[in-house]
């Protein structure tokens, strides 16, 4: 690469950082200020380009495209303030695993109402009347548009500073981000600085979504990429600071547009393409920065989480009448190949459900006893899953082998994943979870020759006796019998207990000689190697994958089993997943809209059934007087 | 040897010297307290001793080998317990179980994934409990016991190593006056059977006089006495750090 092909690269990278600028500021401005993630703010971004497009296509011309970008950016903002009205103001005192959650419901929603106005297809946008043509610099075209986006970062920046040092609402701001309950006790009106903050920052990601227009497309799957771009920058920038995220979407954005600008290098030996590798590239930056600075470039390091669940009750081995129970719901899958001879349909939904209990139960091993909350389980379950596909593709190896391998290669992946996450704590360690995962789900997307990017891989059925699907059902039944026994042996032993320590008290857990990382880093790689388990039953049972195994979707999917089941109980993760898989496998499939129905559930759980069902069930009994 | 000296420790905030030069030694069975005023360096003292805080300067000898700068974890290994200022323990355990994960760290145990934790040490536990009159709440869950007997639970928690030495932060803050002087006593009688040396920080004078063995006092950041409860009464620049010595006052009296 030449001097001037280098330079023209990190201009393109600074038109591209504008836009990761502004949806990062937002959700670190509200971050800072409620303390809640907003999962749904890649949503809002979406939304953006959405509303733009139709502003610029339907009034169309100057007042269209310009009109509409201011348009667009108080109509988003102004949803926030609803969002913050109607429902974040009733969970601020929630967990914050549950405010996680009720944002990423809102996530589901919002995708399906735009699914519903704006259909299916991509929406592309008109060229910005008064942008249309390029300027030559460096001996190469660049779009006078990409310009524009160059100083539109810096003079948000500025603007937002300005707002934070010069205004009293922006003063307001710095202080509710310090100590919050103090502003409150000093008599400042609380509800309206949230609800203002959370508009200003939703403003901010309709504007980032509606500049986008006339470079890209609007698409229903910009809403989880934005929001997986901002975690990034906001754990590189640091959290809570605007600078450090200016700072971190232009070494963010230059890495990769670098890579690409590298493109393809033949070194003698070996050729190597990089633009294939943005988002390792990315990745290694991001490492870097926890490494040697884990709450991020500008960021401070964060108060000690503080949980307002109830405090759990300590774990007893199981009484007689749950283990009478557990042998009872045993048989009862035994004979399920008997009993579903007239609908095979039973033994599909049996496969399912298994599955779903191992995914399940090796989140929560991690979720409840490790108090790691993972907002990226899915990524252990497509390694297993991809893992196991593509040995059998590419090697021709039997089953046997590939569904030893697949966990083996979900617990590398965990490993190096949990060896990060393990240093942070909380949010941090929920958002990395998520970029984790969502750079696993890239990377398979993006590696067409190897994984088959989105068509997948097809045709991983099982041999014979296994092509029968009572037999595969009994294999399932065996593994997920074996992994949830295990489990549980696990959380009893000294190691679960180790585990436990560091999650009631990591002081304490050390100050009597547990080095409480290196167990939850050990606890991360046991439920990444089970989630594995699963991951390659799966690619057998459905024949082929496809990305869509690793999707952030299927993440949360984890969590809600577990929340639905209640998080502090053992058996709460079967029945969680039980359910869960039964509902998505039945009802779900009924409607196009399955993603609006799952987001009402969530909030329905969140909002009325913390405990979960075996929670709930649990506390019935204990007031009844027995014990479980 | 002392089981505990301290040479020359310094450590500094920005521009706040918060402790400068502190040396001091604790001999074996000493029953040590350290006092002094708020902002004295009393609590960044110990955190240096029990690995919270890399000192910017000095030595912390435990038996002679230097561990400044060394984790929590290892300074624990080396035999050195401690309890904290806010008393808890794991909330989602037993009592007897919070004493079992100290022993089984203790007896490296940790990462053993098969027999189940509640048969590891139980009579070792018991004995530990039953030291600080606990034993009848051993299966209780601990998020229900009262704050005294939480730091009761503590304190049966740091003995699980069998220290030799012992670092109380506060052990007395938020107990009443008879359970302070119940706990204090407990822990001076176990000092004196098990050849243990102890050295607190406490706010409460009483306390202090009637049961340390010897008093340091600090007063920013500099250690300003050493000695025994007369020595320390009697010490001029002592009463001047905790009471002033109303010369400031002298002129302006009309």
């Known amino acids: ?628 | 040897m002392s089981v505990l000296e301290l040479r020359g420790l310094t450590k500094s905030f920005g521009g706040v010297h918060a402790v400068r030069d502190v040396s001091f030694s604790i001999g074996k069975g000493e029953f040590l307290a350290m006092i002094g005023p708020n902002g004295a360096g009393k609590s960044t003292c110990f955190n240096m001793i029990n690995g919270q805080l890399a000192p910017d300067s000095g030595e912390i000898l435990v038996e002679g080998r230097n561990i400044a700068g060394l984790a929590p974890r290892d300074i624990w290994r080396l035999g050195v317990g401690r309890t904290f200022q806010v008393a808890a323990t794991f909330g989602s355990m037993t009592v007897i179980e919070n004493v079992q994960v100290a022993l089984i760290s203790h007896a490296r145990e940790t990462y053993r994934l098969w027999r189940p934790a509640a048969s590891h040490h139980r009579a070792r536990a018991l004995e530990l409990l039953a030291q600080v009159n606990m034993q009848d709440a051993a299966d209780r869950p601990s998020r229900e016991l009262a704050y005294g007997d939480v730091k009761r639970v503590e304190l049966a928690i740091a003995l699980a190593n069998d220290p030799k030495l012992l670092l109380m932060d506060e052990p007395t803050a938020g107990m009443g006056a008879g359970e302070r002087h119940g706990l204090i006593e407990l822990v001076k009688r176990l000092v004196v059977e098990r050849g243990i040396s102890v050295l607190f920080t406490e706010h409460s004078m009483d306390v202090v006089f009637a049961f340390a063995d010897r008093i340091i006092v600090l007063a920013r950041g500099r250690l300003i006495a050493d000695g025994n409860a007369a020595t320390i009464r009697d010490n001029a620049q002592v009463r001047e750090v905790y009471f002033g010595t109303g010369k400031t006052f002298a002129g302006a009296a009309p």
């Not at chain 1, 919002?110 to 704006?118: E, G, H, R, T, Y």
């Not at chain 1, 049996?350 to 790691?372: E, K, N, R, Y």
């Open chain 1, 1 to 628: 690469m030449t001097l001037n092909a280098f330079l023209f690269q990190i201009l393109n990278g600074l038109s591209s950082a504008s836009g990761l600028f502004l949806i990062a500021a937002g959700l670190s401005l509200i971050f800072g200020v409620t303390r809640i993630v907003n999962l749904a703010h890649g949503s809002l971004y979406m939304l953006g380009t959405y509303i733009a497009y139709t502003f610029a296509t339907k009034i169309g011309g100057v007042t269209g495209f310009w009109g509409g970008i201011i348009a667009t950016a108080l109509i988003v903002g102004l949803l926030g303030a609803l969002i913050e009205i109607v429902l974040l103001r009733r969970i601020y005192r929630a967990p914050e695993l549950f405010q996680l959650l009720a944002t990423f419901a809102l996530v589901l929603v919002i995708n399906d109402a735009a699914l519903w106005l704006w259909g299916p297809a991509d929406l592309l946008g008109p060229r910005a009347p008064g942008f249309r043509g390029a300027v030559e610099i460096l001996g190469r075209r660049l779009p006078t548009y990409d310009l524009f986006l160059i100083v539109i970062g810096p003079l948000v920046l500025l603007a937002l500073h300005l707002t934070l040092t010069r205004t009293r609402f922006g003063r307001l701001i710095r202080a509710a981000t310090q100590d919050r309950e103090m502003v409150g006790a000093l008599g400042v009106n609380q509800a309206v600085l949230f609800t203002s903050v959370f508009a200003l920052g939703a403003a901010l990601a309709g504007l980032g979504g509606a500049l986008q227009i006339a470079r890209e497309p609007a698409n229903l799957a910009t809403d989880l990429i934005a929001l997986g771009d901002a975690f990034v920058v906001v754990v590189v920038g640091g959290m809570g600071s605007i600078p450090g995220a200016y700072l971190a979407a232009v070494i963010i954005a230059e890495v990769r547009a670098l890579c690409v600008g590298i493109g393809t290098v033949d070194f003698g030996f070996v050729t190597i393409n990089f633009s294939k590798f943005t988002l390792v590239a990315e990745f290694l930056v991001m490492a870097i920065v926890l490494i040697v600075r884990p709450f991020g470039l500008l960021g401070k390091a964060q108060g000690a989480v503080r949980s307002i669940a109830e405090p759990e009750e300590p774990i007893r081995p199981a009484t007689p009448m749950l283990k009478a129970l557990g042998v009872v719901v045993l048989v009862g899958l035994l004979c399920l190949p008997l009993l579903a001879q007239g609908s095979p349909y039973l033994l599909v939904l049996g496969i399912d459900v298994l599955i779903a209990v191992i995914f399940a139960t090796s989140l929560h091993f991690i979720m409840g006893p490790g108090g790691m909350h993972s907002f990226g389980h899915a990524a252990y379950f497509g390694l297993g899953a991809y893992g196991a596909a593509l040995l059998v593709k590419w090697l021709a190896l039997p089953m046997g082998v590939a569904l030893i391998a697949a966990p083996l290669l979900a617990l590398c992946g965990a490993l190096l994943f949990g060896w990060f996450a393990v240093r942070l704590s909380g949010v941090y360690l929920a958002m990395l979870t998520l970029a984790f995962a969502q750079i696993v789900w890239a990377a398979v997307f993006q590696w067409e020759g190897f994984t088959g990017g989105s068509n997948g891989v097809i045709g991983v059925w099982p041999p014979a006796p296994f092509d029968k699907s009572w037999a595969y059902f009994l294999l399932t039944l065996v593994l997920a019998v074996a992994a949830v026994l295990l489990l549980r042996r696990f959380l009893f032993a000294p190691f679960g207990y180790a585990m436990r320590a560091g999650r009631d008290s990591p002081l304490r857990a050390e100050a009597i000689g547990i080095d409480v990382k290196r167990v939850h880093w050990l606890a991360f790689g046991v439920a990444g190697l089970v989630c594995g388990i699963g991951g390659g039953l799966f690619a057998f049972a459905k024949g082929s994958i496809s990305p869509e195994t690793i999707h952030i979707n299927r993440s949360i999917d984890g969590l809600v089993m577990v929340l639905l089941g209640g998080v502090q109980t053992l058996t709460g993760p079967i029945a969680g997943a039980s359910v869960f898989a039964v509902l998505h496998d039945t009802v779900m499939r009924q409607t196009e809209y399955w993603r609006a129905l799952m987001g009402a559930i969530i909030l329905l759980l969140v909002l009325t059934f913390p405990q979960g069902i075996v929670g709930a069930f649990a506390s019935l009994w204990r007031k009844a007087g027995g014990r479980l």
